[in-house]
């Protein structure tokens, strides 16, 4: 899954691809180099973002996803929370709804999704993008997300959401400290347990920085060792940067383990 930031304020491609002709052609890169799935986001989710009005947003993804789409570039997936941008979206040929609030901010969502079939991603959040990075605590960070994943799923289904078309996602950096970022990576195969597809989104994020000494722009190698020891775990969608990298390091690492099958 390739990531496709359409906001001027994007933690590490803001502002790259605010015009929609340099997002589609960002777009063809990303499936040129691997990616099945391009994810559009019109709304920053970063530590201390502020929302955005539903308006901008659909006037900043809309036309993208439909080019995408039209062009048949790769399966869309709509990063969003909000019900009009995710309907405007589908309509405009996406196929997936990545709620990083997992139907918790918008109580339209849900029935939308149940109504037009797509699949939809379920991420776990600590908070909200604006205070989410206050000081987080958990007892225990993976049996925390862990529940509440499986509660979300719960959620989803009673709403009429077919389970087979639910992902599941740790929420890596949303509402975290970089140690429990290490141990939901560590023991991933615990979300994997859950029975769903698992998405995981290290992709350059600041605690990766903090590890190397990288700046934003300059972590492909940190990001692909999560991606390793993810896909290891049991995970199947990881949602990034720079796809190139990525399939050639799962080629290798689904030849590594399927050689022991
Ligand atoms: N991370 C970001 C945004 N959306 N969706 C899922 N499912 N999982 C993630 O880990 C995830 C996500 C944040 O990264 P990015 O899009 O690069 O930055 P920003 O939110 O600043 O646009």
């Known amino acids: 899954m390739g990531v496709l ?13 605010l015009d929609a002709s340099a997002a589609v052609a960002h777009a063809r890169q990303l499936a040129a180099d691997g990616a099945a799935i391009v994810d559009v986001g019109g709304e920053s989710t970063r530590p201390g973002a ?15 996803v439909e080019r995408i789409a039209a062009e048949r570039l ?3 997936s709509i990063d969003t929370s909000k019900h009009e941008v995710a309907e405007a979206a589908i309509q405009a040929g996406a196929r997936i709804v990545n709620d990083v609030t997992a139907l918790r901010a918008d109580p339209e969502m849900a029935a939308l999704i149940a109504a037009s079939g797509t699949l939809c991603c379920l991420m776990h959040m600590h908070g909200e993008p604006r ?9 225990d960070v993976v049996s925390e ?15 009429g ?8 996602d740790p929420g890596i950096g949303f509402g975290k400290t970089g140690r429990h970022n290490l141990e939901l990576l560590l023991r991933l195969d615990e979300i994997v347990a859950l029975g769903r597809p ?10 990766l920085g903090r590890l190397t000494g990288r700046g934003e722009r300059d ?11 993810a896909c290891e775990r049991g995970a199947s969608i990881f949602r990034v940067h720079e796809p190139r990298g990525t399939r050639d390091a799962l080629k290798v690492t689904r030849a590594v383990l399927d050689a022991g099958a």
Do not use: I
């Open 5 to 17: 930031n359409v906001t001027p304020d994007s933690f590490s491609d803001g502002g790259d691809f």
């Open 50 to 64: 502020s929302t955005v009005p539903v308006a901008e947003e659909l006037r900043r993804v809309v036309p993208v």
């Open 74 to 76: 790769a399966t869309v």
């Open 131 to 139: 205070t989410m990075q206050d000081d987080p605590h958990y007892d």
């Open 145 to 159: 997300v862990s529940r509440f994943l499986e509660q979300r799923l719960a959620f989803a289904v009673a709403e």
């Open 161 to 168: 959401v077919a389970e087979e078309r639910v992902w599941l």
């Open 198 to 207: 698992v998405v995981v989104g290290a992709s350059r994020k600041s605690f």
């Open 219 to 229: 972590r492909e190698a940190a990001t692909l060792a999560t991606t390793v020891l």
